[in-house]
């Protein structure tokens, strides 16, 4: 069995295929499908963001799965965490800007409010994919490691 912990410290993430049953996927992407979007694709009536789900009462039932747990107390080593935010955004291909590299602990004031950069081990933000990625259509690329840079300088963006 993977030690979850060391491949997340070592790598500076965490891949793990079919936390979600696809059964569970269909029922996010269809009950997606009747909430009114917070915000379009710049220049398109496709939907980008929803707000935060949190209160949801079918996204939320993301938050109760056990391996979600697991990560979280394993990683975070603290079985007091809390999610701050549960959002969706929608990438359509080749519609919109695209995003530069850049580190998600730069976007701690966002999803972290009261943490600083210092503070992120206490920070970690959970991908989860309810499409296929691929580079066709705008798929997260990871940096192996990139997190050993330390601190990088970023625009925001």
Known sequence: MVDI????ENDGYY???????????NELKNHLNTLEPKVNIPFSNIPYGYGNLLNDDVFKKVLDNDLIKKMCVDLIEDDGYRFNHLVINSKAPWIGGTTEWHQEVFHIDTYGPGLTTKDYKKFMQIYIALDEHTIEN?????????HKEGELEFEDC
């Open 5 to 8: 912990k060391s491949k997340y």
């Open 15 to 25: 891949l793990s295929k079919s936390v979600l049953s696809n059964e569970f996927i």
């Open 138 to 146: 705008g798929c997260l690329k990871i940096i192996p490691e990139s």
